[in-house]
């Protein structure tokens, strides 16, 4: 009786071991071991941010064009340059000749389209003069050019020319101030269109803009007195 009850004793026990062991298995088969953790990569000081690109405004008739911004900001252009200055320098007295000339009109003209174009160029480009003083001021820059003849600039009349026109009275007075405005405003178109290709200033580049187009306008209309 007693061998009998030892064998089944020795059996329970392989069979609790048994399944101790397949236990063990399963546990195994469904739960990995951990591996050890990766670590995070530093991000390298060397790494660089995507920036969009610059939308970059065109000059006058120009389409804006997208460039990289890293190159805009290590090209950006200076805020003003010397042809900008001396397009200042040189439309100021540019701009005193044709009030003068414009002066001239209320007393002589005979036409009152003519006393019409005189009164807008007194309206128009006698707050340009001192738009172009305050920006030669603001950057502590004289408008005088020592030594410089005036009177070789495009459009300029002649002081002979003057003198003939403020001699002139009635139809004479008025054919010759649209001969001599027309070409004075076409000097000025050369002159501002010639800046627009070569200037760096924002400013600079709209009024010289705002002038080939109203003195151009101006042009059309005084041709159209000399026809008529």
């Known amino acids: 009786m007693t061998g009998r009850r030892g064998r089944v004793l020795i059996a329970v ?57 890293q190159e805009v900001r290590d090209a950006a252009p200076p805020r003003f340059n010397s042809l900008d200055v001396w397009f200042v320098r040189m439309m100021i007295p540019h701009h005193q000749q044709a009030l003068e000339m414009a002066a001239l ?57 003057m003198r003939r026109l403020a001699a002139a009275r009635g139809a004479d007075f008025d054919r010759l101030f649209v001969q001599m405005m027309t070409e004075h405003h076409q000097g000025a178109v050369a002159m501002a269109t010639d800046l627009l290709k070569v200037g760096a200033d924002l400013t600079m580049s709209e009024f010289a803009n705002s002038v080939a187009t109203e003195q151009g306008v101006e042009i059309t209309r005084m041709r159209e007195l000399l026809a008529s």
């Open 105 to 161: 009109a209320p007393e002589r003209a005979a036409d009152p389209r003519v006393r019409a174009v005189a009164d807008r160029i007194r309206a128009a480009q006698g707050p340009e003069i001192g738009l172009m003083r305050g920006w030669l001021a603001a950057r502590d820059l004289p408008a005088e050019v020592p030594g410089h003849d005036h009177g070789t600039m495009r459009g300029m009349q002649s002081p002979e020319a």
């Open 13 to 69: 026990t392989a069979a609790a071991l048994m399944l101790v062991a397949l236990g063990v298995a399963l546990r195994s088969r469904d739960d990995p071991a951990p591996t050890a953790a990766r670590p995070v990569a530093a991000a390298s000081p060397s790494s660089t941010v995507d920036v969009p690109p610059v939308i970059v405004p065109g000059r006058p008739g120009e389409s804006a064009v997208a460039r990289p911004a």
